[in-house]
């Protein structure tokens, strides 16, 4: 079975500062590992996803992640965060094939400040 | 543009209606669709997987007599909620997955409040 662990229910951080979401994630098998982000009452949007190849996978809004076998981790940074990033943050993965099933982790609320 | 439509986005019933709530794939056929629940603040917590011409297949915990999905068509699949009660007060998603992205597509949401 996977599991997918958010470490940080709440992630505080000033304007143009940059930021890491972390991710770990358990499975026995191959995975395929998502981030999606979801703003107030609407459904989800993919930042990005890590299927196989380069480990280090770039995304919409400036967003990457890296994927990290040996510390079954797929943290998620931005460089420089705006005000608008502001939103819930989901790490999810999929054993099947990249159109299955998610499991989510319990989401990473990122709070921008000016 | 949307390529999974989720209708309604808000719905308010009464205690013991049932309520049908609508999940389509615009551009692609989708034979298999996913229902998740969210509870506020939490995270997604998959419901069913519906099956195109076929029953679908419920998560441990999940009642089917209470959570009826239908997926009668390629592009089309229904959760009905049996009489709902409060604690069914919930933001429920649909999800659709197109093969030819290597990716899933999410619906708006539908914001479901049982008074």
């Known amino acids: 079975a996977q599991s997918v662990t958010q470490l940080d229910s709440q992630v505080p951080v000033f304007e143009e500062a940059p930021v890491e979401l972390r991710c770990n994630y358990s499975s026995s098998v191959s995975v395929y590992l998502f981030w999606y982000v979801q703003y107030p009452n609407q459904g989800l949007q993919l930042l990005l996803k890590y299927l196989s190849g380069s480990t280090l996978v770039k995304g919409i809004n400036g967003f990457e992640a890296e994927f990290n076998k040996s510390q079954t981790s797929f943290h998620l940074r931005k460089p420089s965060v705006h005000i608008s990033d502001t939103a819930e943050y989901f790490c999810?993965?999929?054993?099947?094939?990249?159109?299955?099933?998610?499991?989510f982790g319990t989401g990473t609320r990122l709070q921008v400040f000016p | 543009g949307a390529v999974v439509s989720q209708h309604p986005s808000w719905v308010i019933c009464k205690s013991g209606t049932s309520v049908k709530i609508e999940c389509r794939s615009l551009d692609f056929q989708a034979t298999t669709m996913f229902w998740y629940r969210q509870f506020p603040k939490q995270s997604l917590m998959l419901m069913a997987t519906?099956?195109?011409?076929?029953?679908?297949?419920?998560e441990q915990g999940v009642e089917k007599d209470k959570f009826l999905i239908n997926h009668a068509s390629l592009t089309l699949s229904t959760l009905t909620v049996t009489s709902a009660h409060p604690e069914d007060s919930s933001f429920y998603i649909c999800?659709?997955?197109?093969?030819?992205?290597?990716?899933?597509?999410f619906g708006q949401g539908t914001r479901l409040t049982v008074v």
């Open positions: 519906s099956n195109e011409g076929s029953k679908a297949t419920y």
């Open positions: 999800s659709a997955g197109d093969p030819r992205a290597s990716k899933a597509f």
């Open positions: 999810a993965v999929s054993a099947e094939t990249p159109t299955d099933k998610l499991i």
